[in-house]
């Protein structure tokens, strides 16, 4: 019997002859973790619009919708910053979100979580209509001014000038402290460690909020998309008592950027990513 596998897809942005390409190199039988941002808000029907009704983001994304509920296996995913939240009343019951739950990985004893969104949304989409993050950066207050709203503080200091950044993402992912996911599947990447958190374009396009989360639940992988450029396990936290928890990278889904597949060989230790290679379909 084949071991169970789990490939992860990238950020689709509605490619769909791109996504028919990558399922095409998916070993028969993987279970699929996509990353979110399925759809493009910057398709040209909808980037002209003033407001952009969520309705109307799925009905220019229908052919995708159509193929994504085609596909023959278990899908995890979460939503992206692009991606309405009715897109997950559109899709098939082979579709397993992951935003804040908890899911078995068929045929192993691992599990995985996920929070999808961001705190960067297209402009144009009513309030409420995406995942969003509780986080952003404001200008140096008073210790404890967010904690009565369930914000956790970070001081930073951006382009010479003392910052805070407040969340509520800690709180969010608290839930897994107790029983934490083996695997914890992410739109928007986390801070790390080595990154530069005085530079607004961290701060922009990544957490800290998902990284004190990370220290306080400790999966042991982390997959993250948003960030169009991938970076296979580019960094390990170490916790306490020696686990580790390794970040993941997808970037977007193309043949320049690698496909990653885990394969689980029912023992309890987690196994690294390896390549997919890509397939030539005919025409």
């Known amino acids: ?41 910057r398709h040209p029907r909808l980037a002209r619009a003033s407001v952009v009704d969520p309705q109307d983001v799925l009905d220019v994304h229908s052919a995708l919708i159509e193929h994504l509920n085609s596909i023959d296996a278990t899908c995890f995913y979460v939503l992206g910053n692009h991606d309405p939240l ?14 804040l739950a908890t899911r078995d990985l068929p045929g192993t004893d691992f599990t995985l979580g996920g929070i999808g969104g961001s705190h960067m949304i297209p402009a144009g989409l ?23 709203a369930g914000f956790a503080e970070f001081p930073v200091t951006v382009a010479g000038k003392p910052c805070t950044v407040i969340s509520r993402i800690p709180g969010e992912l608290g839930a897994y402290k107790a029983n934490p996911p083996t695997l914890l599947l992410t739109h928007t990447p986390p801070v790390l460690p080595c990154d530069d958190v005085s530079s607004k374009e961290v701060l922009q396009f990544k957490s800290m909020g998902l990284a004190r989360a990370i220290e306080l639940v400790k999966p042991s992988y982390v997959v993250s998309g948003h960030l169009h450029e991938p ?53």
């Open 1 to 41: 019997m084949t071991a169970p596998s789990l490939v992860f897809i990238g950020d689709v942005h509605n490619r769909i002859a791109m996504l028919k390409r990558a399922l095409a190199a998916v070993p028969k039988g993987a279970s699929l973790a996509f990353v979110g941002d399925f759809v493009n808000m």
């Open 86 to 99: 009715a897109l997950v009343d559109r899709l098939g019951s082979q579709w397993l979100g992951l935003d």
């Open 126 to 148: 009513p309030e409420g209509s995406v995942r969003q993050f509780l986080e952003g950066v404001i200008p140096v207050a008073a210790a404890g001014a967010y904690n009565d």
């Open 231 to 283: 970076k296979p396990l580019f960094h390990e936290w170490i916790h306490g008592g020696g686990f580790r928890t390794a970040c993941l990278q997808t970037g977007e889904l193309n043949p320049d950027v690698p496909l990653w597949s885990m394969d689980f060989a029912g023992s309890r230790s987690v196994p690294a990513p390896r390549r997919l290679a890509w397939r030539i379909l005919s025409t």
